[in-house]
């Protein structure tokens, strides 16, 4: 038995089988932004006892353990800018001692910008990395993800400042 391919079937299966691949990578694109964001929602809701904010424009992951230039550089942000802006919160995780959190951060700890994680929440729905990361949010969706590592291309700390002054994601 002989099956014949016609120019116009051949035609017909590549359109589709491209559609297919198409949709396989927007769905796959897609799931991995919801699932952070349900991760960070989880977190979120677990150390405050509340949904996240609407209003807050970047969440930024700070690990105790891991890179230590780039986790001194996102506390050393932390630091400077808390007052500055209003619209950004920020997730201390990894605690090992909470004793030695207090003496490092004093009274910073009881700021309502910064969420301590205790319980290393993050860690155990694996949303941290060695890295800090940088979650850039609009209306409660997760718009971007980024790790402040050397490896960065730009200097995330900048482009978060620009982003919290401007609105204008890089």
Known sequence: MMIMITSTSLRWWKIK????????????CTSVETKER???AEVVQDITKKDMLPNIRAYILIPNAGCDGCI?????????NIKKYSDV????????????????FGALLQ??????????????????SIYPKIFYMNNGQITKIVEASP????????????????GKEK
């Open 151 to 166: 490896e960065a291309k730009t200097d995330v700390w900048q482009d978060l400042k620009k982003y919290l002054m401007h």
């Open 38 to 40: 349900k991760l960070l």
């Open 72 to 80: 001194s550089t996102a506390e050393q942000f932390m630091i400077d």
């Open 17 to 28: 089988n491209s559609i297919f691949c198409l949709l396989f990578i927007l769905v796959g």
């Open 89 to 104: 919160q920020f997730i201390l995780t990894g605690i090992g001692s909470k004793k030695l959190y207090k003496n490092r």
């Open 111 to 128: 700021n309502p910008k910064v969420l301590s994680d205790y319980q290393n929440l993050a860690g155990a729905n694996n949303l941290h």
